[in-house]
């Protein structure tokens, strides 16, 4: 009795040293298998030629209605269409919540039908494991062909109990490869969340900016070999206020990340930089551009200056904005205003007219922008009031220099922009004697 009760009391201390010596292991491991350096891979622009004239189109990429739909991103294939990804279901974090992508013809100005690309039950029977929900794809195409698709597993608890999946495919996104579970932390493999562009590294590896919402709040790199090896991690940021990284890469040596902040006022995107190629990273700060706990995007123009979309105010994401930087973000110009319904929380009686009136200026074909509104109200709007959303943008340049950006649209549907450089130079010049913000 007395050695059992002996080993018993000894058990949690076994515990505790087996923990220790993970944790040992797995810096020693990171230690010694430390990859070579390598510098970033800048994006090729404008190697095709492109539409010289000012161009500027909308509509939506999404057809369903009166369901929940968010988080979209976008993927150059190797024939110059994009391909779109979102999720969507009843609502955000339901179990019937699906990845879903449909793919835009620029020749043709026309998207075809989406699809379900992945769902809960084939994601949990590819992983071996219960899978609660998905959320946040983002996608990006290997020099070999290959399309790697991220999006964000959740097996316990919240979105802080989050592991990136991953999935592949050889032809363009037509068929895709069983989910594989990238392991990103040695003790459980939670808080890894995904939501910016992927990018490429000299060698081939891919880089990946996650982010860390267990207790605190921090951005991170991931580098990723050819076969999805985890090879590197890199913190950007520390404390409890910065997610979703974005990485806007100069040269092979420079890069700037933009970071959504969740802090207290004054509320502002954060950023870092590095010089040497994400060998060291300066102290994360406050940029002049306004941030209201919501998700960046942006691309750097062959020229270095650095175009963003965000909702550039203090509170809510009823507006949605343009904006540009030519001195590395010390100071931004606003070149367009996407959209802007601040300050129009209104009753459901008048809502579905506002509504019906945005769907409308986005696509003036749609056959009944009532239907559409009707989506919104039924996302946004409670008893008493209702709100608007245009939230989560994602924009890339094509090689043909032009540009494409999708977001969402009041939780209901996914709109895409798609303009010319040519009407971004005609905006700047509009916007010449206007003030920085």
């Known amino acids: 009795m007395f050695k059992s009760t002996a080993r018993q009391s000894g058990s949690p201390h076994a515990l505790v040293l087996c923990v220790v010596l993970v944790a040992f292991a797995a810096a020693f491991y990171k230690v010694t298998r430390h990859p070579s350096p390598a510098v970033f891979q800048v994006p090729d622009v404008a190697v095709q030629p492109g539409n010289t004239a000012p161009d500027f189109r909308a509509r939506f990429a999404s057809t369903q209605h009166n369901i929940h739909t968010h988080a979209a991103s976008l993927v150059e294939l190797s024939d110059g269409r994009i391909r779109a990804f979102w999720f969507q279901g009843s609502r955000e974090g339901a179990q019937d919540v699906e990845i879903f992508s449909a793919v835009f013809d620029p020749e043709k100005n026309h998207w075809g039908m989406e699809s379900s690309i992945a769902n809960r039950e084939e994601t949990q029977h590819s992983l071996l494991r219960y899978v609660k929900k998905l959320g946040n794809p ?8 290959t399309l790697w698709l991220f999006y964000v597993t959740v097996s316990l608890g919240g979105w802080a109990g989050s592991s990136i999946t991953a999935i592949t495919s050889k032809d363009d996104g037509t068929t895709w490869s069983p989910a594989r579970r990238l392991v990103t ?19 081939g590896s891919l880089g990946l900016p ?39 890469i100069k040269n092979p040596q420079q890069a700037t990340v933009m970071m959504r902040y969740s802090g207290a006022s004054p509320r502002r995107v954060i950023a870092t930089a590095t010089e040497d190629a994400g060998q060291h990273w300066s102290v994360p700060a406050k940029t002049a551009l306004a941030n ?32 540009i930087s030519s001195d590395g973000g010390a100071t931004w110009k606003t070149v367009y205003q996407l959209e802007d ?25 749609i056959a009944d922008a009532t239907l559409y509104a009707e989506s919104a109200k039924h996302n946004k709007c409670t ?17 043909t220099g032009d540009f494409h950006l999708v977001y969402t649209w009041n939780r209901s549907f996914i709109k895409h922009v798609w303009f010319t450089r040519a009407w971004l130079d005609q905006s700047l010049e509009k916007t010449s004697d206007a003030k920085p913000n």
């Open 292 to 323: 209201p706990d919501a998700a960046v995007s942006g691309v750097v123009l062959p020229d270095g200056r650095i175009l963003l979309a965000l909702n550039d105010t203090e509170e809510g994401r009823g507006a949605l904005s343009l904006v």
């Open 185 to 203: 932390s040695p003790f459980l493999n939670i808080s890894t969340l995904v939501k910016g562009t992927p990018f490429f590294y000299s060698d």
């Open 383 to 399: 008893a008493q009031s209702c709100g608007f959303e245009f939230s989560y943008p994602y924009l890339i340049q094509t090689r």
């Open 210 to 248: 996650v982010y860390h919402e267990f207790i605190d709040k921090f951005g991170e790199l991931l580098r990723i070999s050819g076969s999805g090896e985890i090879v590197d991690k890199q913190r950007l940021s520390s404390g409890n206020v910065t997610l979703q990284p974005v990485m806007l």
């Open 138 to 145: 983002v996608a990006q195409r290997a020099a070999d062909g």
């Open 341 to 365: 319904q601040r300050g129009q929380n209104t009753d459901p009686s008048h809502y579905v007219q506002l509504a019906a009136e945005l769907a409308r200026a986005t696509e003036a074909g």
